[in-house]
C-alpha cells in the first residue's frame, strides 16, 4: 500500500493523491476507506441505479411467470425474475452502505424512486405484451447487460465488484435460460416465429438505447469519463454497443429472424457497426420517468410497497419487544 | 394394480399436484410485492420448490398413463382439480399486475397452515403400498424444514407485536379456520385411500394437525376459533371450487392454450 | 411510516461453512429486524444455488472492525528465523556429513532427514 504509514495527518489533496496512487496500483478500495466525494457520488448514482433496474426489471418479466406456457418454464422464469431481485438486494446493500455518510437508508432509495429521483435502465419502462417478449428480454436484454456487468468486475470498489461476480455467475443462467426461450421459439410454429419476430422488432432499439448515447471520446460525457479515471469501469458505452452487436447480430439472422433496420451492417473498413440511431431525445424522456410503462410499474412497487408498511412496523416492534 | 386401486391412487395424486400446484401459483404471484427485498427473494425459493413437489406428482400420473404433466397442469377445466379451495383464494383484492391490494396476513396464515398439514402427510405418505410415491414424499420432505422455520418465524412475530399486527393476523386466522377443512379433507374416497394401504387415515392426520396448531397458538396466546376448521367455500377434493380458480388456471394456461399446433414451448 | 425505519433495517453480515470441516467465510449483508429473520432470509438470498452445512448471522454493530488506518498496522519486516524458508541450508549441511563419513544408511530429503 505505497509508502504512507498514516493517513490521520494528511491533507485532503494528499489524501486524494494516496487515494489515486491506489487506483492507479489496482488495489481495491473498501467501504471504509478514506475516498474522495466525487467517487463516492459517481459510486452511488452507478450502483443505486444498477440495483433498483434490477428491482424494476422484475416487472417487465413477472407478467410471464404464471403464463409461462410449461411447468419448466414456469419454474425457470420465476428463479430468473428471483435472481434478479436478489441482485438488486446485493447492489442496494452496496449503495446503502456507501449512503451512510448521508445518513441515509434503504427507505430514502425508495422515496427517491417513487418520486423518480432516481433512474432506472430505459429497458425496464417498456411494455412486455407477450411471451416473445420474455424470450427476448432474457435473450437479449440479459445479454446485453452481461456485457456491461462483465466489463464492470474488475471494478476499483470492493464491495461492488464482489456483488458483480456473484451477479455474473447468476446471469450465465439467464443468459441459457434465454437462448433456450428463443431456441423454442424459433423452431416454432409459423405463429411461434411471429410472436419472436415482433418482440424483437419492438426490443431493438431499447436494447440499443441500453448502452447509453455514445461517451467521452465521441461526445464528452463526464460520468463516463468519470467512471473510467476511477476505474470503475473500462469500456465506453459505444464500445460496448459494438460487442452487442457484434455478439448478437450474426446469431439473430442465424435463426432466420431479421433485425428492424435496413442500415445496419459492419463496415469493414472502419472496423465497425454502422446501425440506426436511436432517438436519444426518447431516451431522456424514458429514463425520466416517462416511458410507456413507467408510471404504472412505479404505482405497483409504490402501493405494494405502502400496502405492506404495518408489516415492517411490526417486526421493528417485535424486535424491540424482543431485546 | 387392480382398477380400482389405480382410481383411487389417482385421485390421491391430483389431490397432492393440485394442492401444491395452486398454492405456489398464488405465492408467486407476490414476486416482486413481498414487503421487503430480502423476504420477496426468500418466498419466491418456496414457491419454487412447491411447484417442483406439484410437477413430481403430476409426473406420476403421466406415469400411470393419466396424459403429459403439462397438460394435466394447464388443460384440465376447474372441476377436475382436486386441490382444497383455500389454496386457490387470491392474495387480496386486485390483479397481480393492476392495483394489488395483497393481504400478507393471510398470506402467512395459509402458508404456516398448509405447510404444517404438509409435512404430516408426507410423512405418512412415506409409509404409502405405492412405492413411488412414498420416495417422493421421502424426497420432498428434505424441503420441508426450511418452509416450516421461515413460515413459523412469521407467524410468531406478527403475532406478537402492533395491535394493528395482530388484528390483521386474527382476522387471516379467521378466514383460514373457515375453509382449511377442506385442505385436511381426503374427499369422497378418503376411506378407500386409507382402506387401499395408499396413506393413513384422514381422522388420524387432521388431528395430528389440530394438535400442532393447537401448540403453536399457545405460543402467542391465541385460542383455536372452534373445535375444528370449517368448509365453507365447497369441498374442492370433490371438484367444487370458486371463481378464483377459473380466473388462475385462464391466467396459468394462457400461452399454453394459444397455439394448439406448437410442439414445443 | 409510523415507525422509526432503523429498527427495522438491521444490518446482519453473513457467514456461511461449505462443508463440515471447513472455515466460516464471510459472504453478504443483508437488512433484517432481527436474528431470527435475518437467518430465514439469509438462507434464500445467499445459498440458492450453492450448498451449505451452517449458516450464523451477525449483527454488524457487534462487530468492531478496522479503519482504514488500523489496517496499516498490517505492515511488517521479514523474519526469516521463524519461518521455515529460513532454514534452507540444512540439507546441504546435512549431505556434507554422509559424504565426510562415507554412510550410505541415512537418507536425506528435501525436508532435512
Ligand atoms: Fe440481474
Ligand atoms: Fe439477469
Known sequence: MSDVTSLAHLTDEEKYEHFMRRIENDEKIEAEDWMPDDYREQLIKLITMHGISEIMGAFPEKEWVPKAPTLHRKLAIMAKVQDEMGHGQLLLRVAEDLLKPYGKTREDIMQDLFSKRLKFHNVFHMPSPTWGDAAVIAWLVDGAAILS???????????????????????????????????????????????????????????????????????GHTNVDKNLKYKLRSKTNEELRQEFLTKYVPKIKLLGLSVPDDTLHFDEEKGEWIYQEPDWQKFKEIIKGNGPKSDERLALRRSSYENSQWVRDALAEYRMAAV | MTPEYKEVLTELLFQLADDDFIHAFRGSEWLGLAPHIEEDVAFSSINQDTMGHAVIYYKLLEDLGMGAADDLAHLRDASAFRNGVLLEFKNGSGEYLDSPQYDWAFTVVRHLFYDVYKK??????????????????????TEQTY?????????????????????????????????????????????????????????????????EITKLFSEVDYKKPSDEPKMAHGNGRNGEHSADLDHALKILSEVYRSDSQASGW | MSQDQSTFYEEYEVFSRKKDGMPLEHRFSLLAPNAEMALILAKENFFRREPIADLWVVKRSNIRKMTQEERLAFGRLDKAYRETKGYADLVARWRAFKEKNGDQEVEIDDAGI
Open chain 2, 147 to 211: 418452509h416450516l422455520m421461515h413460515w413459523q418465524t412469521w407467524f410468531r412475530q406478527l403475532m406478537q407485536s402492533t395491535e394493528e399486527s395482530r388484528a390483521r393476523m386474527e382476522q387471516a386466522l379467521l378466514r383460514c379456520w373457515e375453509d382449511m377443512g377442506g385442505v385436511l379433507t381426503y374427499g369422497q374416497y378418503g376411506d378407500e385411500m386409507t382402506a387401499l394401504g395408499l396413506i393413513g387415515s384422514e381422522e388420524a392426520l387432521k388431528n395430528t394437525w389440530l394438535a
Open chain 1, 149 to 219: 456487468q462483465t466489463m464492470m468486475l474488475k471494478t476499483s470498489y470492493g464491495p461492488y465488484g464482489r456483488a458483480l461476480k456473484r451477479i455474473c455467475q447468476e446471469e450465465s443462467f439467464h443468459s441459457k435460460h434465454g437462448e433456450s426461450l428463443v431456441l423454442s421459439l424459433a423452431e416454432g410454429t409459423p405463429e411461434q416465429r411471429r410472436m419472436l419476430q415482433e418482440a424483437l422488432n419492438r426490443w431493438w432499439e431499447p436494447l440499443l438505447m441500453f448502452f447509453g448515447p455514445k461517451s467521452s471520446k465521441e461526445t
Open chain 2, 120 to 141: 404430516i402427510k408426507l410423512e405418512a405418505l412415506k409409509q404409502s403400498n405405492y412405492e413411488p410415491l412414498a420416495n417422493a414424499a421421502r424426497k420432498i420432505l
